[in-house]
């Protein structure tokens, strides 16, 4: 008897095989363009293909690790290796030393902005230490505003033989961290990372791998969220006579596209640093100026344009740090709308020290909003 065959054919149904279901391909034929017949439903037919099976996607990742990698090293060897026998890839000895973070581009000036002005909140922090080395970090945040209150409980432990590290969390909110980091272990400058997270009541789940390699004039950082996309996430620095440029990039898979991508720029001096960050794919601008006046004041600006906001001014800000004594610094800041914030630490001994902050909205005037915004004890055991 001839062969039965079927036609992968959507818009013609045959009555012989309509008890089959109406997500079975029913038409039935013969030819050198039909197919032996199969139970195949238009579910699976539209069901996506999974990103580690799809050959376009994975072309695009692999021309995306490529490129980057290609301008990591071009850019690189600009720096490190010398003009003459770059064809020869001589190295050349360089003190240049190993560039900061991509995120720590302009860390002392958001640093005199962004810390020390605890505001509406009460923060408790206790710290100790056991004999072998395991340290327990006890964490209380409580929002006066809200009345929410936060807390986590953490603990690490430092393999020193490996360069190992192994950290352990558990918040409030009922989610569990894990985070093993390796360092200088396979090979010098190498950090190796892992991060698990998990929400037993929900289920949420997930998890980060990457590394971090640095180098003389190169700091460069790669991660992949294996269950959010998956996405890769990574930066890279690279610097030279106290001139830093960095980069960042997001890259979705499943999209195969960009998601999120910016470029920062800076100058490092012993006593000053600048900072140029263009973030939120290169929509928002801010500009990062600190300087160490003396050892005993610190002043900084700071300016900030978004332009997909509808507001077209630019926000200015002016911050100033003074030493007291070794024990005590106040802090203070204001910016072009008004609003001033103050900020004063003392240090009570050895391991205790205390945070005491207040913000005032000069163009109002309504000096019943002025508070005692935050509490701040910090104890080491």
């Not at 539209?46 to 490529?66: E, G, H, N, Q």
């Not at 959010?228 to 990574?234: A, L, M, N, V």
């Not at 499943?254 to 929509?283: D, F, I, Q």
């Not at 005032?360 to 909003?369: A, E, G, N, V, Y």
């Amino acid at each position: 008897m001839p062969t039965e065959y079927q036609l992968l054919s959507l818009n013609e149904t045959n009555s012989n095989h309509s008890d089959e279901g109406s997500n079975i391909i029913p038409m039935v034929t013969r030819g050198a363009f039909a197919m032996p017949r199969s139970s195949i439903s238009l579910q699976e037919l539209r069901a996506p293909i999974p990103w580690y099976l799809d050959s376009c996607k994975l072309t695009k990742i692999v021309i995306f690790i490529v490129i980057s990698s290609w301008v990591i090293l071009v850019i690189w060897q600009i720096f490190i290796f010398d003009f003459k026998t770059f064809a020869c890839f001589h190295f050349y000895i360089m003190s240049a030393p190993i560039p900061a973070t991509y995120s720590d581009i302009g860390k002392s000036a958001s640093d005199l902005f962004g810390k020390d002005f605890p505001v509406g909140s009460f923060k408790l922090e206790s710290k100790t230490t056991a004999p072998n080395g395991v340290s327990f970090t006890l964490t209380g945040l409580k929002d006066t505003k809200s009345g929410n209150i936060n807390g986590e409980l953490k603990s690490k432990y430092y393999y020193p033989k490996r360069g190992g590290t192994f950290t352990g969390s558990w918040t409030t909110s009922n989610i569990l961290n894990g985070q093993v980091e390796l360092e200088n272990s396979l090979a010098k400058g190498l950090k190796l990372d892992l991060v698990a997270n998990i929400q037993p009541a929900s289920g949420n789940r997930n998890v980060r791998g990457g590394f971090t390699f640095k180098q003389p004039g190169l700091h460069t950082k790669v991660y992949l969220d294996a269950l959010k996309g998956p996405t890769f996430q990574g930066d890279i620095v690279v610097g030279h006579e106290g001139f830093l440029i960095g980069s960042e990039g997001c890259y979705d898979v499943l999209e195969g596209k960009l998601t999120r991508y910016g470029v920062t720029a800076g100058y490092t001096h012993p006593e000053y640093n600048v900072a140029l960050r263009v973030t939120n794919s290169l929509s928002a601008y801010t500009l990062l100026y600190y300087h160490r006046v003396s050892s005993e004041i610190e002043a900084g600006a700071k300016a900030h344009w978004d332009s997909q906001t509808n507001n077209p001014s630019v926000n200015l800000e002016f911050g100033a740090k003074y030493f007291l004594d070794r024990d005590a610094f106040i802090k203070g800041k204001v910016d072009s709308t008004g609003k001033v914030g103050i900020g004063y630490t003392q240090a009570l001994r050895p391991g205790v020290k205390i945070s005491l902050g207040g913000s005032i909205d000069t163009i109002l005037i309504c000096w019943s909003k002025f508070q005692i915004l935050t509490f701040k004890l910090l104890k080491n055991i």
